[in-house]
T-cell receptor, first 111, second 114 residues
Framework: GENVEQHPSTLSVQEGDSAVIKCTYS??????FPWYKQELGKGPQLIID?????GEKKDQRIAVTLNKTAKHFSLHITETQPEDSAVYFC??????????FGTGTRLQVFP | SAVISQKPSRDICQRGTSLTIQCQVD?????MFWYRQQPGQSLTLIAT?????????ESGFVIDKFPISRPNLTFSTLTVSNMSPEDSSIYLC???????????FGEGSRLTVL
């Protein structure tokens, strides 16, 4: 079955700097890769996703890149702000159902 | 997206009791799932809630412990049976709204078992 590894587990950046979170997956059949942001006491919020027919996708300060050959994908947050502080999860699956999640990255943005 | 309401949002329960969590969605969805998030951990799929039929459970989860109902397209319940402290977790309802192909989560039900 699918296995998703996520790094780093914690990440601290200064406000205005960029943050990068990386994930690798094992199942070559996976073709859907979403990212979720979970703030304290809340459910995970979908922030961006990418499918295997696309190499990069951007939404304002957030971008995701996918390398299917190497089986890894990354989340890039530019111009970080304190409100970006949260736990971020990557996930992978062949379809939208049965998402396999990474272990999470706790991002802290210091003013 | 969809508005997903879960009840209760949190509860403290005694060992050996059972608790039923409800999930209501404001629009029709193609798929509904239940996830568990143990303290400080990632999300693990418990089961797919199938409308009008038995849920499909993932490895490590069984119907006797986590009975699930889905009587219609917008409502589902998850029961955590005969609870022990190891069941202390956040239980999350998630849905794929029609025509989106994306998975959305409710706010979760935070369960503490003493």
């Amino acid at each position: 079955g699918e296995n998703v590894e996520q790094h780093p587990s914690t990440l601290s950046v200064q406000e205005g700097d960029s943050a990068v979170i990386k994930c690798t997956y094992s199942d070559s059949a996976s073709n859907y890769f979403p990212w979720y942001k979970q703030e304290l006491g809340k459910g995970p919020q979908l922030i961006i996703d990418i499918r295997s027919n696309v190499g990069e996708k951007k939404d304002q300060r957030i971008a995701v890149t996918l390398n299917k050959t190497a089986k890894h994908f990354s989340l890039h947050i530019t111009e970080t702000q304190p409100e970006d502080s949260a736990v971020y999860f990557c996930a992978a699956s062949e379809n939208t159902d049965k998402l396999i999640f990474g272990t999470g990255t706790r991002l802290q943005v210091f003013p | 997206s969809a508005v997903i309401s879960q009840k209760p949002s949190r509860d403290i329960c005694q060992r050996g009791t059972s608790l039923t969590i409800q999930c209501q969605v404001d629009s029709q969805v193609t798929m509904m799932f239940w996830y568990r998030q143990q303290p400080g951990q990632s999300l693990t799929l418990i089961a797919t809630a199938n409308q009008g039929s038995e849920a499909t459970y993932e490895s490590g989860f069984v119907i006797d412990k986590f009975p699930i109902s889905r009587p219609n397209l917008t409502f589902s319940t998850l029961t955590v049976s005969n609870m022990s402290p190891e069941d202390s977790s956040i239980y999350l309802c998630s849905v794929v709204p029609a025509n989106t192909g994306e998975l959305f989560f409710g706010e979760g039900s935070r369960l503490t078992v003493l």
